[in-house]
């Protein structure tokens, strides 16, 4: 098997001409282009990719989420006389300590590690000017909370006191600093104090600053343009537009000092201060318009009347009243919807409501579901909706008196007039065919060609099921899963297996007409697992030696989710395909692929069809599955190009979730590969599904972004929603809104169990509106804007020229800075950059967002990579894209073993390393374990049961289980990282100095990126200039 990477695989051919069809590209905004990449930085040589290759995904370890609570007494009572109900009354939070935080406390003390220089007497007149700006809440201590409603109370004008304001002028007038200066602001961090109580003693050796000094030599073993790597202060020769700051000519001119990065908003800060502030307390949703705590806070969310926010998150909480306002800000209104999300144990899951015959109540006009909006008025006969203000009568059945509030005396007694989210048990009619449905099945596909057989894949694959189908999805109250299985092995021809329980062994039927495909039975196809078990385990047996001997290495693709999609189709199901496949589907059939990867392509106006599919069987075949209720898991194994913007389509319309494993070894890659299978295998989630959003009068949604389908303008198609997949809405005015009303949202989503009842899951939330611009931006949510923000972006690059989607990107990041500096902040100097409060982490997100492989062309990046992420993102809730923009940057060395505490994360800057550190970074999707070149002996004993650091193996993708507590509680970092997250991150190892440590700098995300992207300082500068720009 091919150990090299996809940068040594050979050229790919020509990519197809006329695919096409996502719209033609906008071409209306030109700004420079982005600046040209570091050439003299030289990729990873082919040969060492397979230990380094960080793009690994895979399946949390954390339990399964809690089952829908039952409510289905038919008095539909949930007051506190229901046995066995959680009483439904929100009086006062739960004690403290029941908080079953995976984050502790937020604690000043705890902070690492590096105390801040002041700066030099010498500064440079740029370094003096920043660190002179007026930073209320930057500096080092508490800061008030950015996001908390009391911060709000503040006049509207003149601007709130929390903001920003930075003294940066414009690049062009800034005289470079003397050479001499060059580093000379670098705060030279320093190892804190040995802190590691319990943990492993002794000495911490002195802590140099990894910024290599001019005129010093590299380290040993070092490319020499690393130094370049390091944030740098583009000056003077910054210009934009003409070039995105960074660019390699920006450093050719003498070195200049660089700004102190403590100066700058700090997104660490930002997390650390709204955790201390609002970390571990009781959030309570019975404020319209409140902005929750941050995505990163751990906290206990009640439902008082509002969706909490695992289930929806804004950008603004206040929408602007009129849509000029709305133009004028440029900020997009839009929530995120994530709403199969998991919700901790400590927390109430969502009831059920059950109206038997007559279904859920809905307003005649809208059809909006019954909620916490509605108005009741003549006595309680009659309702007033909060969508569309129509006028509907009670059903008698319904009926209840109100009391002197004008409320409902039941009020807290049913869900849907007291909660922000809730279940409704469906009626016949909203069924296919106005039948109930059937429970779903699972079908595990496995592709058992030659690489397959031979690299025990299919042995491995066929191992795991054995023990991994008494896991099976099932209702709370069920002894097991309704869910039936099937299996089909594949390489040009498909296998089906007939495992009907009476059987003494497995029948196979072969199907070589892979241009239209049949399924050759039905009975015995989709099983029982419990009553078939012995014969699916003679199956999972025997699959391996079936193929044993097998040369043939082509496969197919296409007719394999067709086979699925038919056989589920045939069987009246909804269900789920577990795909294993490995290779660029060559063989003659439908959906046959070219390796069309053309590097030719990057950076020009084609490279757009690089993320398209090949030809239009996958748009068909996705569309046919989504009707069908057929979702797509797929997991790739893949050694070269696979056009994973081909292959991986269905899944990203059907719901699906894409793993993918490069060069995928059984040794090191394993482990990741079945903890991805096994939770995705468990996952709680919904089958068949149709997502409906309605707002009240005066705006409406108008974009949906995610793995999802649209066959009309309003319905959201997903063949299945799992608790990861979150749908972000964007929403447009067409009229006034109206400040006492608000805006109101519902989003109803229509499903399939896992045992085949039908269900609508409700999630309402209310916004406020607002005349103030000010009033807009105080409840803006960074996180939420990011997430809208990347799919857009990752969506307009099917149409648009790369170069022309991250113009906009920062045009409008301006745009709406410049709104409000213009607006909301009191007369300021052209000098000052003043941003927001909810906003001043913006700016370093959006960078990072700007510089990810997608939108940034590199022949060092794989297509497929690219795409990959493409995918990823695109269904991503916004904890997940704030992890995966700006990851977590952990010191280890001074772990406090004593308390459970994750450490403080630090900024993604190589000047937060030191040598004699080892830091642990997470994205979501990878992790890395740095270890500096001078970090102690009795650290690494400690960790990696050797002597030294020349003894570590960076080969192991996990560390050994010692008995130590700086071991155990490294352990148990790294599964709370790991918890809550959709992909299973392999760990990879990275000694300082060693080549594989190129691949960990890309997450240094405040840093000049080595693919060309902009450091942060330098963005800050150019959105600055742009803003100037905007007001001049
Ligand atoms: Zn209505």
């Known amino acids: 098997m091919s150990q090299q990477g996809y940068v040594a695989a050979p050229p790919y051919s020509q990519s197809q001409p006329g695919i096409g069809g996502f719209g033609s590209p906008n071409s209306s905004l030109h700004y420079g282009h982005y600046g040209d990449p570091n050439s003299s930085y030289s990729a990873p040589q082919p040969g060492v990719s397979k230990s380094t290759v960080p793009f690994g995904s895979s399946a949390p370890v954390g339990p399964p989420p809690p089952g829908a609570h039952q409510f289905s007494q038919p008095s539909f009572q949930n007051g506190p006389g229901t046995p066995g109900q959680q009483p439904h009354r929100f009086q006062g939070p739960p004690p403290p300590g029941n908080t079953g935080a995976s984050y502790p406390p937020y604690s000043p003390q705890s902070q690492p590690a590096f105390p801040n220089a002041a700066p030099a007497s010498s500064t440079a007149q740029l370094a003096d000017q920043l660190n002179s700006m007026q930073i209320n809440n930057y500096g080092p201590g508490p800061t008030p909370s950015p996001g908390h ?155 008082q009347g509002h969706a909490s926010p695992r ?185 089906f297996f007939n495992v009907k329980s009476s059987l003494a062994q497995p029948q196979m039927m072969v199907v070589t007409d892979v241009s239209e495909v049949f399924v050759p039975l039905l009975d015995g196809f989709l099983v029982d697992f419990e009553e078939s078990r012995s014969v699916i385990t003679n199956l999972l047996d025997q699959i391996p030696e079936l193929f044993a001997d097998t040369n043939e290495s082509e496969t197919i693709f296409a007719p394999v989710i067709q086979a699925g999609m038919e056989a589920l189709k045939a069987a009246e199901r909804a269900g789920k395909l577990f795909i294993f496949h490995s290779s660029l589907p060559t063989a003659e059939a439908p959906g046959k692929l070219k390796n069309r990867d053309d590097k030719k392509l990057l950076n020009t106006d084609k490279e757009k069809t690089l993320f398209q599919p090949q030809g239009n069987c996958y748009e068909a075949l996705a569309r046919d599955c989504v009707a069908n209720g057929c979702c797509v898991n797929l997991f790739l194994f893949p050694n070269q190009y696979v056009d994973v913007a081909s292959v991986g389509l269905v899944t990203m319309y059907t719901g699906g979730t894409l793993y993918k494993y490069n060069n995928f070894q059984l040794d090191g890659d394993s482990p990741q590969f079945l903890s991805d299978l096994r939770r995705d295998m468990e996952k709680k989630m919904g089958f068949d599904a149709t997502m409906r959003v309605r707002t009240s009068t005066g705006f409406r949604a108008t974009e949906f972004l995610g793995a999802i389908y649209m066959n009309n303008t309003t319905d959201v198609e997903m063949a299945a929603v799992d608790c990861d997949k979150a749908v972000t809405v964007e929403f447009k005015h067409d009229d006034k809104l109206n400040e006492d009303t608000g805006a109101l949202i519902q989003c109803a989503l229509l499903y399939t169990t896992v045992s085949g ?37 990752f969506k307009a690059i099917l149409s648009q020229p790369l170069k022309t989607v991250r113009d906009i990107l920062v045009n409008q990041t301006a745009h709406m800075l410049a709104c409000y500096k213009k607006n909301c902040a009191s007369p300021a100097t052209v000098s000052q950059l003043i941003l927001p409060d909810t906003m001043k982490v913006l700016p370093v997100y959006m960078n990072c967002l700007l510089k990810s492989c997608v939108l940034v062309g590199r022949a060092e990046i794989p297509t497929d990579e690219r795409a990959f992420h493409r995918q990823l993102v695109m269904a991503m809730g916004v904890a997940d894209t704030q992890l995966f923009f700006y990851p977590r940057l952990l ?122 992207g902009a450091s942060y300082v330098d963005f800050l500068i150019c959105i600055h200039k742009e803003i100037s720009q905007l007001l001049s």
């Open 757 to 793: 009842q039908r269900r609508i899951r409700i999630h309402n939330i209310g916004l406020n509106c607002s005349a103030q611009l000010a009033d807009v931006y105080r409840t803006c949510e960074t996180d939420a804007l990011i997430n809208f923000f990347a799919k857009s972006a």
């Open 311 to 495: 289930y929806i998150r804004c950008t603004t909480y206040c929408f602007p009243l009129t849509s000029d306002m709305a133009k004028q800000t440029r900020i997009p209104l839009a929530a995120v919807i994530q709403p199969f999300a998991n919700v901790p144990p400590n927390e109430t899951p969502l009831y059920l409501v059950n109206h038997g015959e007559t279904g859920p109540i809905r307003c005649n006009r809208c059809k909006a579901y019954m909620c916490p909006f509605m108005q009741f008025i003549e006595g309680g006969r009659r309702y007033q909706c909060g969508f569309c203000n129509c006028i509907n009568d009670v059903p008698s059945f319904f009926f209840q008196h109100l009391d002197h509030m004008g409320r409902r005396i039941d009020h807290y007694e049913r869900p849907e007039l007291s909660l922000g989210s809730y279940e409704y048990v469906a009626t016949l009619d909203y069924c296919r065919d106005k039948k109930p449905p059937n429970p779903p099945a699972y079908i595990f596909m496995i592709d058992v060609s030659y690489r397959n057989i031979k690299s025990g894949l299919v042995k491995l694959i066929c191992d795991e099921l054995k023990t991994l189908l008494d896991k099976l999805p099932r209702e709370e109250q069920e002894e097991s899963s309704a869910i039936r299985v099937g299996f089909v092995t594949y390489n040009k021809v498909l296998h």
């Open 149 to 303: 409603p009391a911060s709000f109370q503040s006049p509207r004008l003149p601007p709130p006191p929390t903001q920003q304001q930075m003294v940066l002028p414009p690049g062009p007038q800034v005289p470079p600093p003397p050479p001499t200066s060059v580093n000379g602001l670098c705060t030279q961090p320093s190892l804190p104090p040995v802190a590691r109580q319990g943990g492993i003693p002794g000495p911490v050796p002195p802590n140099p600053n990894l910024q290599q000094l001019p005129g010093q030599p590299p380290g040993p073993g070092y490319h020499p343009q690393q130094a370049n790597y390091g944030p740098q202060m583009a000056g003077s020769q910054l210009s934009y537009p003409g070039a995105f700051p960074g660019g390699p000519a920006q450093l050719s001119g003498p070195q200049q000092k660089k700004l102190d990065p403590n100066s700058i908003p700090s997104p660490i800060q930002v997390i650390e201060s709204d955790k201390a502030a609002r970390g571990g307390q009781v959030y309570a949703t019975n404020t319209r318009g409140q902005v929750p705590p941050l995505v990163t806070t751990d906290c206990i969310i009640q439902d």
């Open 891 to 1012: 010191p280890i060395h001074s772990l406090d073993v004593k308390s459970d505490a994750v450490p403080a994360a630090v900024r993604c800057s190589e000047e937060r390393l030191s040598e004699g550190g080892a830091f642990l970074l997470a994205n979501g999707l990878s992790m890395f374990l740095w270890l500096g070149a001078s970090v102690s002996p009795e650290l690494i004993q400690g960790l990696f049961n050797v002597p030294s650091f020349a003894h570590i193996s960076t080969d192991a993708t996990s560390l050994p289980d010692l008995d130590n507590p700086f071991s155990k509680k490294l352990k148990h970092i790294l599964e709370q990282l790991q918890s809550q997250k959709p992909h299973t991150m392999k760990l990879i190892i990275v000694k300082q100095r060693e080549q594989p440590e190129m691949l960990f700098r890309q997450f240094l995300v405040e840093d000049k990126s080595i693919y060309g």
